[in-house]
């Protein structure tokens, strides 16, 4: 039994830092891609960021890009998202999800495990 387990998230205000951790558990997710999604209230889950197997190749929403920064640490089998200048809309709870391949395709339909989310606040 895969388990994903999202921590870090908590209230800070406009302009700060958190950092999120994905701790995996069940089995090594060292051979496929990371991703982080978040759902804001109201509104539908979207992707954020993703990181290959091997962490050489990252991609970024535009919406997150030049403020957030993920990686990755195979030997703990755990991923990291740092997110820094937080803006009010980035008030979401976010999800930890592992790819089905080295690679991400950003599609939620072709993730296989799924976090159960961790809310970020951020309050202006």
């Known amino acids: 039994q895969v388990q994903l387990v999202e921590s870090g998230g908590g209230l800070v205000q406009a302009g700060g830092s958190l950092r999120l951790s994905c701790a995996a558990s069940?089995?090594?997710?060292?051979?496929?891609?990371m991703n982080w999604f978040r759902q804001a209230p109201g509104k539908e889950r979207e992707f954020v960021v993703a990181?290959?197997?091997?962490?050489?190749?990252?991609y970024y929403a535009d919406s997150v890009k030049g403020r957030f920064t993920i990686s990755r640490d195979n030997a703990e089998n755990t991923v990291y998202l740092q997110m820094s200048s937080l803006k009010p809309e980035d008030t979401a709870v976010y999800y930890c999800?592992?790819?089905?391949?080295?690679?991400?395709?950003?599609?939620?339909?072709?993730?296989?495990?799924w976090g159960k989310g961790t809310l970020v606040t951020v309050s202006s």
């Open positions: 990181i290959s197997w091997s962490g050489r190749v990252t």
């Open positions: 999800a592992a790819s089905r391949g080295l690679y991400s395709n950003y599609a939620e339909k072709d993730m296989q495990y």
């Open positions: 069940g089995r090594t997710l060292s051979s496929v891609a």
